[in-house]
């Protein structure tokens, strides 16, 4: 069925606006970066902060572990304080409890070899058993083996240069001589770099027993009964601790960190300087770009073609340039992931985020498309006649 007259016109006119931007796209490939440099700052931005709040996390988010026991006054990992060590037969008490051990750590004093000064350093303690729930998943068997010996320790790539340390290395970590066995990755520390080393080493150390015990990592029968266990663990503590799902935990963790004032003020900067740029930017090329064909957009009105359906063609321009500016975004966000994973800085993108930034771009491209309609006044058909 042949399409009507007026609808014929819409289809010519909307065809127009994006044959228009494929056959000059140098006139508007300023509001394409534009939109993608506001797309890359907030994505980079967010990214960084959860890819290293993550990093935090990790040790609890690659564990074996369903459950975590943390003190009842704790609202996320950051800062949970400890837990008396009578909990950990509470724990047990609940007959799908397969393995409960507590998610040990400490901090000391780092002379990596010729280093004069010493680095503060945070320990994270594993249990290098096969299968054990404190072990994460990513460790392959060279690293547990090289941990099960005494006074080997691992480190992340990110660390080596702050530590002044490389893989074979020996160090003195508190008074005693300690080795660095591996070096790994995705481990990156939040504030001061970090070892890991096994319980076993950390005790060869010396270190005295407090009576507390740091978070506790439980696993279960069956994961997928994970919330009925914490909600029945909950119930057998008597508000002397509080159970989570690791899941759970991490996102609280995660929300509580980007909460923070210095992290909400920066992303909340970073979406108020993107929108401000994307939106100058693309509005000032949109309008050059349109003031440049103002006598086809008079010819068009010359012809019988109305007001209103150029501002629909310019409306349509704008969200070309949009979707032009999304995919470019994207393809810089992936060569920034690619430079940032070869480097060893943490980039985790989230679903919101993303989604998040895309609308907003969107958004951007379309107000500067609004305010670049009244150029179109300029459109006169008299004019052709000069």
């Given amino acids: 069925m042949t399409a009507p007259p007026r609808a014929q016109k819409r289809v010519i006119l909307m065809s127009l606006a994006l044959s228009t931007l494929l056959y000059e796209w140098r006139r508007y490939m300023a509001a394409m970066v534009a939109l993608a440099c506001a797309g890359v700052l907030i994505l980079s931005l967010s990214g960084l902060f959860v890819g290293l709040i993550g990093a935090y996390t990790a040790t609890i988010d690659r564990s074996r572990a369903d459950i975590m026991v943390l003190p009842p006054q704790a609202k996320t990992l950051n800062n949970s304080g400890g837990i008396p060590e009578r909990i950990l037969p509470l724990v047990y008490l609940h007959p799908e409890v397969v393995e409960a051990r507590d998610l040990d750590g400490d901090w000391g004093q780092f002379f990596g070899p010729g280093k004069k000064e010493p680095t503060q350093v945070q320990v994270s303690v594993i249990d290098p058993i096969p299968n ?5 998943t990513d460790f392959n068997e060279t690293v547990r083996l090289a941990l099960a010996t005494p006074f080997n320790i691992v480190v992340d790539r990110t660390a080596l240069r702050q530590l002044g340390v490389k893989k074979g290395d020996t160090a003195v970590f508190n008074s005693r001589t300690v080795r660095v066995a591996e070096v790994i990755e995705g481990y990156p520390n939040f504030d001061n770099p970090g070892i890991i080393m096994s319980r076993q080493t950390l005790r060869a150390m010396g270190r005295a027993n407090s009576g507390r015990l740091g978070p506790i990592m439980v696993r279960i029968k069956d994961p997928a009964r994970a919330e009925q266990v914490r909600d029945d663990l909950n119930a057998l503590g008597k ?3 509080k159970a989570w799902t690791r899941s759970e935990l991490a996102r609280a963790t995660l929300d509580a960190f980007m909460r923070e004032g210095l992290i909400s003020i920066m992303l909340g900067f970073s979406v108020v300087l993107g929108l401000f740029i994307g939106v100058i930017i693309t509005f000032q090329t949109l309008q050059g770009a349109i003031l440049a064909n103002i006598k086809e957009f008079a010819s068009l009105r010359a012809l019988g073609v109305s007001m209103g359906s150029l501002r629909l063609v310019v409306m349509e321009l704008s969200f070309w340039v949009g979707i032009a500016g999304l995919g470019l975004t994207a393809l810089l966000t992936f060569l920034i992931k690619l430079l940032a994973t070869a480097w060893g ?14 609308i907003l771009l969107m958004i951007i491209s379309l107000i500067s498309g609004v305010f670049s309609l009244g150029v179109l006044k300029k459109s006169q058909p008299a004019d052709l006649l000069r």
């Fill in 345 to 358: 800085v943490p980039l985790t993108f989230q679903p919101q985020w993303i989604i998040g930034a895309g």
């Fill in 239 to 241: 508000d002397q601790y």
């Fill in 132 to 136: 054990a729930v404190t072990l994460p």
